[in-house]
């Protein structure tokens, strides 16, 4: 699967600014990994975007124009909520 993933772990949620740089070093590290690679990867703190977004002239960008494709739907679950 094609997304895009974070380079750093995290022991707990990120908050104000230090969510903000998650977005921009996100967006320039794309992966193609399998399911169990992923969930790997999520189990130790790792941030993804569940889409694919291209380059366009030199740069890539976190909206629909950039948007490439998406194989994977995920589910947020935030305040406390869990399945």
Excluded: C
Excluded at 54 to 80: P, T
Aim: proline share 2%.
């Amino acid at each position: 699967m094609k997304l895009m993933l974070d380079t750093i772990e995290y022991q707990s949620k990120p908050e104000g600014r230090e969510a903000g740089s998650i977005s921009n070093r996100i967006i320039n590290h794309s992966v193609d990994i399998s399911i169990e690679e992923l969930a790997n990867n999520l189990v130790k703190g790792k941030t993804f975007i569940p889409a694919y977004f291209r380059e366009k002239d030199g740069k890539i960008r976190r909206n629909k124009s950039y948007w490439h494709s998406q194989e994977v739907i995920a589910l947020d679950f935030d305040d406390g909520m869990t399945l």
